[in-house]
C-alpha cells in the first residue's frame, strides 16, 4: 500500500512535470514561429531589394538600347524600350526608395543612384532632341561626349555596390532562417512528443 501510495504521489510529480514542459515548449514555440516568421520577411525583403536594383538598371539598359535604335534609325517606333522606361522610371525608382528607406548602409548610395538617373535621362533627352531638330550628326556628338556612358558606368558601380550589400546580407539573413527553421522542427518533435506523455499520465491519474 505504501509502494502504492509512493507511486502514486511521484507518478503526480511527474505529471505535474511533464505538464510545465509542454507548457514552457507551447511557449518556447510561439516564440520560435514569430522568429521564424520574421527571419522569412528579412530575407524577402533582401531578394526583393536585390530585385528592384536588378529592374533598375535593366529599365536604364532598355531606355539606352531605344534611345541608340532612334539615332541611328530616326524612326520613333525604335524609341519604344526608352519610353516604356521612361514611364516606369519614377516608379521603379520610388519603390527602391521605400525598400531602403530605413537602411543607413543603402541611404547614401541610394541618393547617388538617384542623382545619376535624373543625369542619364537628361543626356539621353538632349541626344533625342538633337536628332530630331538637327539630324544624325549633331546626336553623334552629343554621344561622343561620352556623358552618357559615364553616367552609365556610374550607375553600373552604384548598383553592384548596393547589390553587394544586399547579398551579403541575405547570405547572413538565409543562415538565420535556416537555424529558425531547424529550432522550429526541433520545438515540434519535442513537443509532439510531451503531449502523449502528458495524455498518458492523465488517464493513469483518472
Known sequence: TNMRVSLEKNLVVLFCLVLFALGATEWLSVRVVRELAQSQRRVLHSQEVRETLWQVLSMMQDAETGQR???LTG??????????????SPGMT??????????????????????????????????LRARRAHG??????????????????SIRRVVAQMQSTEGA??????????????????????KSQLAPLAFALFCWQV
Open 69 to 71: 535604335g532612334f539615332l
Open 136 to 153: 544624325l550628326l549633331a546626336a553623334q556628338n552629343v554621344v561622343l561626349s561620352a556623358r552618357g556612358k559615364h553616367t552609365m558606368d
Open 75 to 88: 524612326q520613333e517606333s525604335y524609341l519604344e524600350p526608352y519610353r516604356r522606361a521612361r514611364t516606369q
Open 169 to 190: 546580407r541575405l547570405e547572413e539573413r538565409s543562415r538565420e532562417l535556416q537555424a529558425s527553421e531547424a529550432q522550429a522542427h526541433e520545438t515540434l518533435r519535442v
Open 94 to 127: 520610388k519603390q527602391l526608395g521605400v525598400l531602403v528607406a530605413n537602411d543607413p548602409d543603402h541611404q547614401k548610395p541610394f541618393i547617388r543612384l538617384q542623382q545619376l538617373i535624373s543625369q542619364k535621362w537628361s543626356v539621353l533627352s538632349e541626344a
